[in-house]
Each structure stands twice: as structure tokens, then as C-alpha cells.
């Protein structure tokens, strides 16, 4: 037995807290546990870690954690630092913000929701997606005066912006793994 109990300790960030029972109140958890509700909660829950609300779970509460799977019944915000899952027969009223969802058929949410990258949405959105033939010759690796051959025959994908061009990584990513670059 003690061996095991060593083993445990060594895996701390893996702990798990089973919930089921009725509580009311706040519950924030600043280091990581696998929390799993099944019983009734109100009120407010900030985990770290994943969060799962079983099928038979009822929860009136606002929700701030990592990674979250829903099968019960939510009432409430929920902000997923990471990814939201909501498997059937879940049941979801409230806001969502999270910067991966994933609905199961079956699952239900009245809600808006509100998808933004994990560490920063302003380095995934549009503009900043866009490169100039010298960010581009840098995030390749090449020489600039390939981009310009590249560019010129046709075979780069890229945008005309006045007298330049622009280029969308995830374009460039989708062409370097097409093309295969040598």
C-alpha cells in the first residue's frame, strides 16, 4: 500500500473531488483538480483543472474553468479557459465564452456564445493573420526574393493590398503542407 500512496502524491495536479450533494455558496480552486459534479450546486464555481457536470447534476451558478464537460443541467455564464464540451442530455441557459465548443446532438444551449483564442485573440484574428513578403520570407525561412518568384508566378497564395501583397498564414500554412517545400 505504500508504494501506491507514493505514487498519488507524485501525481498531485490529478486530483479528484466527487461532488454529489446539494451545496450553495462559492467554490474556487486555485490549483488544479478534476472536480465532478452530480448532486445540485448554486452559486459561483472557479476551478482549475476539468470540470464535469453529471447527467443527473442541476447547477445555478456562473462557471470559470479550463477544460469543462456538461451532461446535467446549467443555469448560468460559463467562461472555459480552454475547451467547453456538452454531451447529451445536457441542458445549457446562459452565456458561453470559450475558445472551443463542441455541442453532441442531444445536447441543448439557449445562449450566446462568444469564441476567442486561448492566450490571446488578437494574435489569431485577421489582421494580425496577414503578413508582408518580408514577415513572410522570415516565417519561412527563405529568402525574400523567393517570395517575390513565388509571388510572381503564381504560385504563392497571397492578396494584392495597393502596391504590395499580403499573405494569410493560415493560407501559407495549408500551402507549405500541399506544396511540400524543398
Known amino acids: 500500500m505504500m508504494g501506491r500512496r507514493d505514487r498519488k502524491h507524485e501525481h498531485d495536479s490529478e486530483r479528484v473531488l466527487d461532488v454529489d450533494a446539494s451545496m450553495q ?103 494580425h493573420n496577414m503578413m508582408t513578403p518580408d514577415e513572410l520570407a522570415k516565417y519561412l525561412e527563405v529568402d525574400a526574393a523567393l517570395i517575390a518568384e513565388w509571388v510572381n508566378t503564381g504560385k504563392l497564395p497571397g492578396v494584392k493590398e495597393g502596391d504590395g501583397w499580403k499573405f494569410d498564414r493560415m493560407k501559407i500554412d495549408e500551402w507549405v503542407a500541399s506544396e511540400k517545400i524543398k
Not at 87 to 115: H, Q, W, Y
Request: charged residues 20%; proline residues 3%; hydrophobic residues 40%.
Open 25 to 127: 455558496g462559492s467554490m474556487v480552486f486555485k490549483d488544479p483538480v478534476n472536480l465532478k459534479i452530480n448532486g445540485r450546486f448554486e452559486g459561483n464555481l472557479n476551478t482549475k483543472g476539468s470540470l464535469m457536470i453529471g447527467e443527473n447534476a442541476v447547477v445555478n451558478a456562473d462557471i470559470t474553468g479550463d477544460s469543462i464537460v456538461i451532461a446535467g443541467k446549467v443555469n448560468g455564464n460559463i467562461h472555459a479557459l480552454k475547451d467547453l464540451k456538452m454531451i447529451s442530455p445536457a441542458c445549457v441557459v446562459g452565456d458561453v465564452k470559450t475558445p472551443l465548443l463542441s455541442i453532441a446532438e442531444g445536447a441543448v444551449f439557449d445562449g450566446n456564445c462568444r469564441m476567442l483564442s486561448k492566450s490571446s485573440s488578437e494574435h489569431h484574428s485577421h489582421k
